[in-house]
């Protein structure tokens, strides 16, 4: 299985300022992808992390709020730019294993914005 | 837009008894369903996975698949309570990780 980690693991940030969060897996994957998980909900995909492209954002999330970079196969950051107290959340990165058959999430980044 | 819904429980149970916990789900496109479990301040970890209608079974765990119903389920026997914790249901277009759509999950307490 693949480890996966975060960093940081939680900050604690102000506001209009911006936090750029670290995903490394210890070993080459092709599907990488950026969740946020807010207080007592659930995951809500950002975006997908294409390596040597632009991410793929889902609906409701745009590059110059959450820029993400993808420079190889085993790293990616996501940036929380400008950020506002609704921004405060768990923020997981997460790869599709090479089999297909399963997902596997980092310990995730809890960031609270004040 | 796709959705999943689950009841938010929480739901308790008795050690030793069998923890049924349920999904519905909108999309009827959707060929994938996952079975997440996620203990509080960790990350989710995927228990179960289901693209065919009918039962699969892994240990403790079953999980149940009724696409006519546009419903999963998941029952865990011999509850213990080490499987308190948050049950996420997912459901997706294929076999692969893209456009996976999660529930709010169902918070599952073990009474021993």
């Known amino acids: 299985s693949a480890v996966i980690s975060q960093k940081p693991s939680r900050d604690i940030c102000q506001r209009g300022t911006s936090l750029t969060i670290q995903c490394q897996v210890d070993?080459?994957?092709?599907?990488m992808f950026w969740y946020r998980q807010q207080p007592g909900q659930s995951l809500t995909l950002i975006a997908t992390?294409?390596?040597?492209?632009?991410?793929?954002?889902e609906s409701g999330f745009v590059i110059d709020k959450f820029p993400i970079s993808r420079p190889n196969l085993t790293f990616s950051t996501l940036t929380v730019s400008n950020m506002s107290p609704e921004d405060s959340s768990i923020y997981l990165c997460?790869?599709?294993?090479?089999?297909?058959?399963?997902?596997?999430f980092g310990p995730g980044t809890r960031l609270t914005v004040l | 837009q796709k959705e999943v819904e689950q009841n938010s429980g929480p739901l308790s149970v008795p050690e030793g008894a069998i923890a049924s916990l349920n999904c519905t789900y909108s999309?009827?496109?959707?060929?994938?369903f996952f079975w997440y479990r996620q203990y509080s301040g960790k990350s989710p970890e995927l228990i179960m996975s289901?693209?065919?209608?009918g039962d699969k079974e892994d240990g403790r765990f079953t999980a149940q698949l009724n696409k006519a119903s546009q419903y999963v389920s998941l029952l865990i026997r011999d509850s213990q309570p080490s499987d308190s914790a948050t049950y996420l249901c997912?459901?997706?277009?294929?076999?692969?990780?893209?456009?996976?759509?999660f529930g709010t999950g169902t918070k599952l307490q073990v009474i021993p």
């Open positions: 992390a294409n390596q040597g492209s632009e991410a793929t954002y």
């Open positions: 999309d009827r496109g959707s060929q994938s």
């Open positions: 997912a459901g997706g277009d294929s076999g692969g990780y893209q456009k996976v759509t």
């Open positions: 997460s790869v599709e294993a090479t089999s297909g058959d399963t997902q596997y």
């Open positions: 289901i693209y065919s209608n």
């Open positions: 070993s080459q994957v092709t599907m």
